[in-house]
DNA sequence: TTGCCAAGTGTACGTTCGTACACCATGCTG
DNA sequence: CAGCATGGTGTACGAACGTACACTTGGCAA
């Protein structure tokens, strides 16, 4: 008989994708068919394989191999390289995306003055919420009370806000210069 | 004293990006600082407002609105709107992007083809298996061995890719296209 | 063929969990 | 001022949990 732990396994993330919680050992029993010691089992060979984690009082949570999805690479030849490292340590695209999520928000994109930095309207962004970002970082700026989404450069008059888009032009902020916070991501659905 | 809540529920969260799980009651008296019993009723608040749910045998899992990231909309005026309404059901940006885990792969971009779709080099693209995908869909093909993302469209002599940039021609095939899967999301990092 | 390891079953046990009930302090409202 | 909902504490208890140990079965290699 060939290994049943990947049908196994999708069973466990199937249930996971639906309550966001490993279940527990008789109720995994039951949910693949074996008995509870069976489910001990199993569930120590995904330990050790790095698709579940312990926590404390034994209490079962799932690891970054049981996100991991397949990621096809750049690599020129083929479907190798199952592995996520381009992702780096996150284990879902949120993690990956979003680092400090107490201080992020999102904000869909209108208009396309920032078509030139691939952000297209109707994209949503991750902005950080940061009043004094760094140079040359594309922010989010409250122009006339309305959300902007520009670079920010620093010119001989000091700061001012870049489009992405030459049919715009540059805005020199007559007082102040109002930031909200710092785009760090961009996604979109087709 | 002002609602302590929002605090308690931030240490909820944190310890859930930790452990990717929600702890027992004694854990999060622990955690927050109050008694048991007060963590419970701390918890009963949580599950009336959205933010945790009940599993079987008591235990706790994540709610919606426990992921709920503060959306700021297309609205010109400001910062209203906390609701994520634009993602749909989604809790995550993991749930909207990717709408069939088992068949969906990354692919990451590489070269400048597509570039007026907003897909540049070195953004992730969700990608779902599928060779059979519909005209106009921009689609992950095999052009000898090697991946390549294209407009699939139609002409006269049947299937063809077209890229989004002008410096790039169209490709025709040989004999016959070799379809991966199509492009469903995208997602970058600044 | 013998031996061994992996996968699974059955039973038992101490601990921890979630739940319930009684009670206290605070602040708002009629 | 009385009343009452809210947030919190302390204690108690049965059920469910994770763990441990002994045993069985099947496949594979020596």
Redesign the pocket.
Known sequence: ?V??DPFYLGRLQDYYALHRLIP????IASLVG?????A???ID?MIFAGYIR?G?????SPANMFFARPHVGRAPAGFASPATEALGDAITIDEYLVERPSSTVLVSVRGDSMIDAGIHDGDFLIVERNTNPNIGKIVVAIVDGDFTIKYLRSGSDGLFLEPANEDYPNIYPETSLDIYGEVVGQFRKF
Request: charged share 30%; no cysteine.
């Open positions: 008989m290994n049943k527990s050992y008789a109720e074996v008995s509870k010691q069976g001990v089992k199993f060979r312990k404390s009082g034994g209490r079962l």
